[in-house]
């Protein structure tokens, strides 16, 4: 007789207890082991408990356990978490199987030894019949379904709730998710007004019922989002930095004149177009969009232009701004030189504008939306045993579960989008359908995408110069991975499970549109690395960009107001202080969009920030060590970007890897 020394490590989280019988089966080239019970009256979460397994012969090479939990008698039938088993052959060998998923029935799971394996590394039948199983199982578990036509697919669920329970927010996330959403009124000292529908009456009525609960940079816009230069900053370093652009010639739809603006030094706008000093943020896709009717009442939603100016201080200001995408007599060019009102209105058209844009398509499609997809696909078509699986699935924590709360909280039919916001209802999904047609492969790969909208040289634009880091970062460690595993470009090319994971993203994400510019099939190893550096830069930074500082920007409400109740200037100099109470949102829609800014802004404790893997899905040396490096470069970028902070007016934090979570979780 042969004995195998086994450990069983039971995750740490809340109710990872079982008190059920746990038997395991140890399966290898040579044999397979009884099916055994591993003796405990009950298994706590954090043990770690030993146990051996006899064998009349050695089993071989250990290929995989089978573990199951069957009820016992009159005891519950409960779930139990494990982390990950360790076997000692009598040979000596160390084999480590991860598993970080819930056991919460009485059927028989199987986990491959922790090798990361290509599908065509499976040397035996065990190997290969298990790979096939598992991924037969996993594409009943893990469906497609068409929420909306024109839009990525989503997971097939019906609610948080039916995804598999490793898939779900923990206890600790769910408690602190529903206790902020449901105790915010009171957080923020707003209880009541969530049912006043009368309009603001002045700003400094506003200004007092929002002094609870600020931050240091919602506090510095509230005392400063009338100036232009926070306007124009907030292009660069706002919640969306994505949409500004280099503008060489003007939109013929933009009709502005040398005479129209003033530029300083004696230079005019003709010459600093030629010098590269202007910039433009078009929001014509929302053109033509039904905006939303709350409370009984039309709401409005326009597709401004705005024209910016470097100035030679390197500062950029707001020269021009046009509310609507054509040119007419009722649509006049606002300039800074207008009355106070008229500049001040357009630009809150522009805000509301920007707020729509931002949270439809730099957010929610860009970011929640493609990481679903990322998530899905990755699940159905890649194995546990896959290097691919063990190096993303980190970065796909809690992914399902918020976006599937999103379809009711935030985007369905009570919804505080719908409830809120102009760009809700009707509008929202015919928003995000066209903003698909702006999705090209090299809008979501951030060095491409600074070229292309000729970004590379303008001065304090923090979230280009943290972001590019951060994606080289982020570059040298999954190239490191990948180029561990894949040898040669053949060997991408033979790896039938890598490319049925690409052409799932291309066909499900992207709906099979070949001028996106997205793969569909992988050629060559660098291709590779590309796209799964996109895919993590996008789950991680690229969604703390827009989404960590929606507190910071829009609990001021006048700074992003996410609906508006009256329509835009026609001529100038007939609005005032009146008019503009009256074109913001009422009290109670004011409230009901601070709060869900709030929850959306808000950490949870069990955060797990870029570059912290607590789950050991790698046993080999090498990418672990690599994992080590990553956090270490990270940790140099956290303390660069926090020293530079240290001289800025307006901090910028949201690319500071010490804020970026690992995956899309809130």
């Known amino acids: 007789m042969v004995d195998y020394e ?51 012969n050695s089993l071989g090479q250990l290929v995989l356990i089978e573990l199951d939990k069957r009820q016992f008698f009159l005891l519950p039938d409960d779930a139990w978490f494990p982390d990950k088993v360790e076997i ?12 970080y998923c819930w056991i919460n029935n009485s059927e028989t799971h199987r986990f491959r030894e922790g090798k990361a394996l290509r599908i065509f590394d499976e040397s035996n039948f065990l190997g290969q019949h298990a790979r096939k199983q598992e991924l037969i199982h996993r594409s009943v578990d893990y469906g497609w379904n068409l929420f909306y036509s024109g839009i990525p697919y989503t997971i097939k669920a019906d609610g948080p709730t039916s995804l598999p329970n490793e898939l779900q927010f923990s206890f600790t ?8 959403a449901v105790t915010g009124l009171a957080e923020l000292q707003l209880k009541g007004l969530d049912d006043n529908r009368e309009n603001w009456e002045s700003l400094d009525n506003i200004n007092d019922i929002f002094r609870f609960k600020g931050t240091l940079i919602s506090d510095y816009v509230q005392e400063h989002w009338k100036e232009d230069g926070l306007f124009a900053y907030q292009f660069l370093n706002g919640v969306h930095p994505t949409l500004i652009q280099r503008c060489k010639t003007l939109p013929k739809n933009f009709p502005v004149t040398d005479d129209m603006v003033f530029i300083p030094d ?28 709350i409370q009984g009442i039309q709401q409005y939603l326009m597709a401004p232009l705005v024209l910016l100016h470097k100035r030679p201080d390197d500062k950029l200001m707001p020269i021009a701004i046009q509310l609507k995408q054509t040119p007419a007599e009722d649509n006049p060019i606002f300039l800074p030189t207008d009355s106070t009102y008229d500049w001040l209105t357009a630009k809150i058209f522009v805000r509301s504008a920007d707020f729509a844009e931002h949270q439809i398509n730099a957010h929610l499609l860009r970011t929640h939306l ?12 890649v194995p546990m045993v896959h290097p691919l699986y063990k190096l993303l699935i980190p970065h796909t924590r809690y992914t399902l579960h918020i976006n599937e709360l999103s379809r009711t ?66 570059f040298k460690y999954v190239q490191g991975v990948i180029q561990y595993y894949y040898k040669s470009d053949d060997e991408v090319q033979q790896d039938s499970e890598l490319q049925t994971w690409i052409w799932d993203i291309f066909n499900y994400g992207f709906l099979s ?94 955060f797990v920030t870029l570059g912290h893997y607590p789950e050991e899905h790698f046993t080999e040396e090498f990418p672990r060590q690599l994992q080590k490096e990553f956090k270490v470069e990270l940790d140099r970028l956290s303390i660069t970007i926090n020293n530079r902070n240290k001289g800025l007016e307006i901090p910028y934090t949201y690319l500071n890897p010490k804020m970026i979570e690992n995956s899309v979780a809130i």
Not at 22 to 43: A, C, F, P, Q
Not at 268 to 291: H, R, T, V, W
């Open 513 to 606: 549109e070949p001028q996106t510019g997205i793969p569909q099939v992988f050629a060559t190893v660098p291709e590779l690395i590309k796209f799964v550096t996109m895919l993590l830069f996008n789950s991680s930074g690229q969604h703390a960009a827009v989404n960590n500082g929606q507190y910071d920007y829009g609990r001021w409400m006048p700074n992003t107001p996410p609906t508006l109740q009256r329509p835009p200037p026609t001529a100038k100099g007939t609005t005032s202080e009146a008019t503009m109470l009256q074109t913001l949102p009422p009290i109670n829609v004011t409230v009901r969009g601070m709060v869900a800014v709030r929850v959306l802004s808000t950490q949870s404790s069990d």
């Open 266 to 293: 004696g230079s005019n706008l003709s010459q600093e177009l030629k010098e590269g000093n202007i910039y433009l943020c078009d929001y014509k896709n929302l053109d033509g969009m039904p905006a939303n009717t």
């Open 88 to 99: 000692k052959s009598p040979e000596r060998d160390i084999y480590t199987f991860p598993i």
């Open 173 to 180: 996330k769910t408690t602190e998710f529903a206790f902020t």
């Open 370 to 381: 493609l990481a679903e997809v990322f998530v899905v696909s990755l699940l159905r078509n």
């Open 6 to 56: 086994v450990t069983v490590y039971t995750g740490d989280r809340l109710n990872s207890t079982t008190w059920n019988p746990v038997h395991i089966k140890l399966v290898g080239t040579d044999g397979e082991s009884k099916r055994t019970w591993l003796r405990s009256l009950v298994i706590f979460s954090g043990s770690v408990s030993t146990y051996f397994v006899s064998c009349p």
């Open 409 to 474: 909280q935030l985007v369905g039919p009570n919804g505080v989008f719908t409830k809120a916001a102009a760009s809700g209802g009707e509008a929202l999904m015919k928003i995000m359908a066209r903003s698909m047609s702006s999705i090209t492969y090299r809008s979501l790969c951030l060095p491409d995408n600074i070229a292309d909208r000729d970004m590379q040289d303008l001065p304090n634009f923090h979230y280009r110069d943290d972001g590019l880091q951060l994606w080289n970062i982020i």
